[in-house]
């Protein structure tokens, strides 16, 4: 028996941007997204299977009318619930209503420098993220930055650092693009030295006044890798993909998959509209990529290294979009 433990939860593709590498490609709503009536029954379904976390993206979150009803109900019921955003559309009003729903953080998406997030996302989004960073600081809502890394942005991560330590944050992190949605459109590079990166989280952990740290789709088993997660423990060693046994995602017409960065069909377990979340998740044939995982499956370097069983041959979604093999991590910084 798998326990649900998190959700990420598209509530609507509407975006004010279109970014050069977003994985959703998103912009307009989608045809048929879920009514307030519908997502408010997934919540409590989230609920009763025994969710404790989820975090709400887009799109951009805020494009929807309803979407501080969906967090209220997620919240009544002992969810905690963050929300994912692009900072542009913060206001008094925003603000307002965001005190009234007990989010437990917002997690404002800043990406370089001005000149190179603007040139990614929208001219004026890197002083609107700026703006919306300060007003959450202000207001004691916590607030994080999430990072996601290419070619062209790398290089200017202690830049970055230098202006983050000015704000009262309390966690970046650091994430790959992966090249799916626009960014396999525009064909943007998104390659880049997983090494270069963890090197520079190694560096600063010890001084950084925040938690910093890089996310699933990188690393794995470093020297330092209990270190590298966000966690100042030592002890957050990466567990392998966790989609489909502790955690789904779940987009904004209803679909189901094991994590809302396996951005396609193939992973799509069920509707919502169709079947209820408990019957997804206890279907024995769901998540097959990961329930019936055997060290077996693993490919390349991965066969052969000794952490394979623990890691997995690192994260899906990363893996198949990159390279179409599940079970090998081809960019893995410890076998680069």
């Known amino acids: 028996m798998y326990k649900l433990r998190s959700c990420v939860w598209e509530i609507t593709l509407a ?148 202006y983050l330590k000015g704000k009262r944050i309390f966690a970046w992190q650091l994430q790959a693009c992966s090249p799916m949605g626009n960014a396999a459109k525009t064909g943007l590079d998104y390659h880049f030295n997983f090494n270069t990166v963890i090197d520079f989280v190694e560096s600063h952990l010890s001084q950084a006044p925040f938690m910093l740290g890089i996310a699933d789709n990188m690393g794995y088993f470093t020297e330092g890798e209990g270190h590298l997660r966000g966690n100042t423990s030592g002890k957050a060693y990466f567990t392998g993909c966790r989609a489909g046994l502790s955690s789904i995602g779940i987009d904004s017409v209803g679909n189901v998959r094991g994590c809302e960065s396996m951005y396609d069909d193939y992973f799509t377990e069920g509707n919502v509209r169709e079947k209820t979340l408990e019957e997804i998740w206890n279907d024995p044939d769901a998540f097959s990529y990961n329930r019936h995982f055997a060290l077996s499956q693993l490919t390349g370097k991965c066969s052969s290294c000794a952490y394979g069983y623990k890691c997995g041959g690192g994260c899906r979604s990363y893996n198949y979009f990159t390279h179409g093999k599940l079970y090998e991590a081809q960019n893995c910084a410890r076998n680069s």
């Open 15 to 162: 975006c004010c941007f279109s970014c050069k590498y977003c994985g959703s490609s998103g912009g307009r709503a989608r045809e048929g997204e879920l009514t307030t009536e519908e997502c408010l029954n997934v919540a409590d379904q989230l609920a009763d299977l025994g969710g404790r976390r989820v975090s709400l993206i887009g799109g951009e979150v805020f494009m929807r009318p309803d979407w501080d009803v969906i967090v209220r109900r997620l919240t009544e019921r002992g969810v905690r619930v963050s929300i994912i955003t692009n900072g542009f559309l913060f206001s008094d009003q925003l603000l307002e209503r965001l005190k009234k729903v007990h989010i437990e953080s917002i997690a404002v998406s800043l990406d370089g420098p001005e000149e190179i997030h603007d040139k990614y996302r929208q001219k004026g989004s890197f002083a609107r993220a700026d703006k919306a960073i300060d007003i959450l600081i202000q207001n004691r809502i916590p607030v994080s930055v999430i990072s996601t890394l290419h070619s062209e942005n790398v290089p200017c991560l202690e830049e970055m650092y230098n």
